[in-house]
Each structure stands twice: as C-alpha cells, then as structure tokens.
C-alpha cells in the first residue's frame, strides 16, 4: 500500500505556471469559479453563494491535504499571486496505487492550454512522487472541452457508466478515462 505524504506542501512550476497551496487569501478567485454556473455546468457539486461557501471549500482543500487524502494546487501565472484555477489528486486509493485528477479554470483563461500545461506537472507528480500505477478522471460525457484536455494529455476511455450518478433529483451520465504509469 502506498504511503502519502503532502508535507512540506510541495509547489510545482511549468513555463507559464506556479502550481501553489490555495489559502484564505485565494478566496474571491474560489467564489468566482464556483459560483459561475458555466464554470460548475458539468461539475455535480452545489453552487458557491456566499464567501464561506468558498472558504468552506478552500478548508476542505486543506483538511485533504493535512490528511494525505488529496492534494489541490491553485493555478497562477508565474509572478502573479492571483488564482486563476485549480488541480489536484482526489479521491486517493492507497491500496490500488491509483486517484482521480480534477481541475477547473476560470472561464477568462479558456483555450490557452493552461489545463494541459498544468496537468503534465500533476501527472508526473503523481506517478514519481506520490508512485501511482493510475490517474482516472471522471467526467460528463457532454463535457467536450474536458474530453479533449484529456485526450491530449495521454488519458483512454475506460467506460461510460448510464445515470449512475444522482445530483439533485436528476440521473447524471459519467464518463471515466484513464492514464497508466507506463515508466
């Protein structure tokens, strides 16, 4: 079984991007993102109303990580402080060597590969440091956009289960896609 271990946090950096800790400070950015009923449209988690809603995630974030059970990393742009998105492990199986990556982006910064860039850093994060076997993600099949950050990040289709997922009175599709450790 798999020994995990967030402490010290550990900061990540790509070309354009620092993958940081979120905090207290970050949260405007979070109540921005989660919110934003475009930004949550193919997310099954309630709306963000107030600021303790988001500070109520941002605690939740934190409580995960202190007890290595995920790891969530806001997304700035290297130099800024500013939160632009989030990414991280959830969902951590010890005993299968495997997690669940999930990620969301402010709408303003759609379409210039930050998703992907960020995701190459988590991916190897995950099979190096935390010595996965596998990476899932589980997504709506409607969610194209999602599909083909996905696809270009390496991941394969494993299955898509039928309105196996209630979220408030409705049956919700999944789609789940997978990365193997190939190293």
Do not use: C
């Not at 449209?41 to 107030?50: D, F, G, L, S």
């Not at 109520?56 to 990393?73: C, F, L, Q, S, V």
């Not at 991941?155 to 896609?177: P, Q, S």
């Amino acid at each position: 079984m798999l020994t995990i271990n967030f402490s010290p946090f550990p900061n990540l950096e790509t070309d354009r991007l620092t993958l940081r800790s979120v905090t207290v400070n970050d949260v405007n950015e979070i109540f921005d993102l989660r919110s934003n009923k475009e930004v949550m449209k193919y997310i099954p988690r309630p709306i963000a109303k107030t600021l303790d809603d988001a500070l109520d995630h941002i605690n939740t974030i934190n409580a995960m990580i202190d007890k290595n059970e995920g790891i969530n990393w806001g997304i700035s742009f290297r130099g800024s402080p500013k939160l632009i998105g989030i990414i991280g492990h959830y969902r951590i199986q010890p005993h299968n060597h495997r997690a669940e990556v999930g990620y969301i982006l402010n709408p303003e910064f759609h379409g210039q590969g930050i998703i992907p860039e960020a995701m190459k850093k988590v991916i190897a994060y995950g099979f190096n440091e935390m010595k996965l076997h596998s990476i899932e993600a589980v997504i709506n099949p409607k969610n194209n956009a999602s599909e083909r950050v996905l696809q270009k990040s390496g991941f394969k289709k494993e299955a898509h289960f039928i309105e196996n997922h209630l979220y408030e009175g409705e049956f919700l599709d999944t789609v789940i896609y997978s990365l193997l450790n190939n190293s």
